[in-house]
């Protein structure tokens, strides 16, 4: 059975970081392409960044609403993903989902981690 | 960025009818090279992660009841639940990985009638 599994969320003031990892199992993770997607309350679904696989120099690309100011990373020895978010603004508050692709559009979705930003 | 545009918002239909959704994008996301749709469809149920249910535009992911069925091309798509089920009540929504940003339709609400 494939398990995501996102930590690292809570709260934390505008202007400050969070570091979200995401664990995975089951899957040949070094094959996937890793994806973040959130979710803000009540709100639908929003892309936030991705990294490729081994094979495709584990590229990196993100949404015009983060760049500069998330960066996404993986360690394929621990099978984790990781989305480090600096400078938050309120508006980055929302539920945060790993998601991976495996050619066949985003396949497994971890249960998604929350992220405050608020004083 | 191809923006998805997803109709109705949302939708009521009595159990064991028939479910129709809408989703067009602004740009083409058919991949000539391959002739495949860049585009999926997910359900969310209140509380959980979304889920896959249809990729290449028409094909279900593996046990995805086969009630659930992809359609369309180009910039057109459609999702259709043949005869809705209580336990199909949930937010859909359609998304293309053509290209990045991947971006996703604003979601339409399917309850029962």
């Known amino acids: 059975e494939v398990q995501l599994v996102e930590s690292g969320g809570g709260l934390v003031q505008p202007g400050g970081s969070l570091k979200l990892s995401c664990v995975a199992s089951?899957?040949?993770?070094?094959?996937?392409?890793v994806h973040w997607v959130r979710q803000a309350s009540g709100k639908g679904l929003e892309w936030v960044g991705r990294i490729r696989n081994t094979a495709n120099n584990y590229a990196t690309a993100y949404a015009a609403s983060v760049e500069g100011r998330f960066t996404v990373s993986r360690d394929d020895s621990k099978n984790t993903a990781y989305l480090q978010m600096n400078n938050l603004k309120t508006e980055d508050t929302a539920v945060y989902y790993c998601t991976t692709n495996n050619g066949r559009g985003l396949d497994y979705w971890g249960q998604g981690t929350l992220v405050t930003v608020s004083s | 960025d191809i923006v998805m545009t997803q109709s109705p918002d949302s939708l009521a239909v009595s159990l064991g009818e028939r479910a129709t959704i809408n989703c067009k994008s602004s740009?083409?996301?058919?991949?000539?090279?391959?002739?495949?749709?860049?585009l999926a469809w997910y359900q969310q149920k209140p509380g959980q992660p979304p889920k896959l249910l249809i990729y290449w535009a028409s094909t279900r992911e593996s046990g995805v009841p086969d009630r659930f069925s992809g359609s369309g091309s180009g910039t057109d798509f459609t999702l259709t639940i043949s005869s809705l089920q209580a336990e199909d009540v949930a937010v859909y929504y359609c998304q293309h990985y053509y290209n990045v940003p991947l971006t996703f339709g604003g979601g339409t609400k399917v309850e029962i009638k």
């Open positions: 089951g899957l040949t993770f070094s094959g996937s392409d």
């Open positions: 740009q083409s996301v058919l991949y000539t090279s391959n002739n495949k749709n860049y």
